[in-house]
Nanobody, 126 residues
Framework: HVQLVEFGGGSVQAGGSLRLSCAAS????????MGWFRQAPGKEREFVAA????????AYADSVRGRFTISRDNAKNTVYLQMNSLKPEDTAVYYC???????????????????WGQGTQVTVSS
């Protein structure tokens, strides 16, 4: 069983940056596809970014492409989300997720992921 814990959320002004971390425990996630999702109040959980096990494939939502960067350090069992040029519409609870499927799928649906963290709040003020 995999446990995921997110760190790094907080409050920032528009245009600022934050880096989220997702630490995995219970077993190594070096063979897992990892993703970030977010959920704003009253809205459905939406895809943000995903990264393949070796880090060679990444995917981003159109709304964050060019501003956010997903990366991973398999030696530390950790995945990161660097968020730059933050906008008020980025305000949400951000969730880390792990997919133990053997191959890359579209990776944009919450149903593609088996394990989830508890989330970390990101608030961007204008």
């Amino acid at each position: 069983h995999v446990q995921l814990v997110e760190f790094g959320g907080g409050s920032v002004q528009a245009g600022g940056s934050l880096r989220l971390s997702c630490a995995a425990s219970g077993r190594t996630v070096s063979t897992y596809i990892m993703g970030w999702f977010r959920q704003a109040p009253g809205k459905e959980r939406e895809f943000v970014a995903a990264i393949s096990a070796a880090g060679g494939i990444t995917a981003y939502a159109d709304s964050v492409r060019g501003r956010f960067t997903i990366s991973r350090d398999n030696a530390k069992n950790t995945v990161y989300l660097q968020m730059n040029s933050l906008k008020p519409e980025d305000t949400a609870v951000y969730y880390c997720a792990a997919d133990n499927s053997p191959s890359w799928r579209r990776q944009r649906s919450p149903d593609d992921y088996r394990y989830w963290g508890q989330g970390t709040q990101v608030t961007v003020s204008s």
